[in-house]
């Protein structure tokens, strides 16, 4: 990541970056986990003051969701472009095989932020822990759309129990999450990922 840099504009000038700032923020957050963090973690990391930081973020529970924005829009982000696969196998494919690569990635800290934030919550963060499952809820209620969407089109069997197949990848998407925090690599991860595959419902003799 970038250092902070300052700009010069008209009145008065920025004091650092706000995208970089965000980036430091959801390193600490990714690491250390919502509780584990502290306002004293974020301030250091970001370069900032408490001041600076409620003026531009919000408050803790603000600065992680839009920490959590960020996460989920990044270049190396995996799940959107799987949407756009022109199958359901292909979709499945690069869902799981791009979560192994991106929750084992040693470049920065393992596992899925949103995963461990919403299992590692305390009450007293019940807020941040229930955007967190609505995103999660999200996130499968798009894959059942997509697997449906596929059903209809024929690519694969009307018999196939997607609401289900969608739980089921979800639930091996989140149990790899939590592998890569405890330390699985990357290779371990695909052979999770090879064995999921292997439960997808067969390609129509129609498809394609």
């Known amino acids: 990541m970038s250092e902070?840099?300052?700009?010069?504009?008209?009145?008065?000038?920025?004091?650092?970056?706000?995208?970089?700032?965000?980036?430091?923020?959801?390193?600490?957050?990714?690491?250390?986990?919502?509780?584990?963090?502290?306002?004293?973690?974020?301030?250091?990391?970001?370069?900032?003051?408490?001041?600076?930081?409620?003026?531009?973020?919000g408050?803790?529970?603000?600065?992680?969701?839009?920490?959590?924005?960020?996460?989920?829009?990044?270049?190396?982000?995996?799940?959107?472009?799987?949407?756009?696969?022109p199958t359901a196998h292909e979709f499945v494919k690069k869902m799981l095989y791009g979560a192994a690569a991106s929750f084992a990635d040693s470049s920065h800290p393992q596992g899925c932020v949103i995963v461990q934030g919403a299992l590692s919550c305390s009450e007293t963060a019940s807020a941040v822990k229930e955007a967190l499952l609505e995103r999660r809820r999200e996130g499968e209620q798009r894959v059942c759309e997509r697997l449906q969407r596929a059903q209809e089109e024929g690519d694969i069997p009307a018999t196939t129990n997607v609401p289900a197949l969608a739980r089921y990848l979800g639930t091996i998407i989140q149990g790899m999450a939590i592998q890569a925090n405890n330390g699985a690599t990357p290779q371990e991860l695909s052979e999770v990922a090879d064995l999921a595959m292997s439960a997808m419902p067969p390609i129509t003799p129609s498809a394609n």
Do not use: H
């Open 4 to 57: 902070s840099r300052c700009a010069a504009s008209v009145g008065r000038p920025r004091a650092f970056d706000k995208e970089v700032a965000l980036e430091k923020a959801l390193e600490v957050f990714w690491r250390k986990g919502y509780d584990g963090t502290s306002l004293a973690d974020l301030t250091e990391a970001m370069g900032i003051n408490k001041p600076s930081m409620y003026s531009t973020f």
């Open 59 to 85: 408050n803790k529970d603000q600065l992680f969701l839009q920490a959590i924005e960020l996460y989920e829009n990044r270049p190396c982000a995996f799940f959107e472009p799987a949407l756009e696969e």
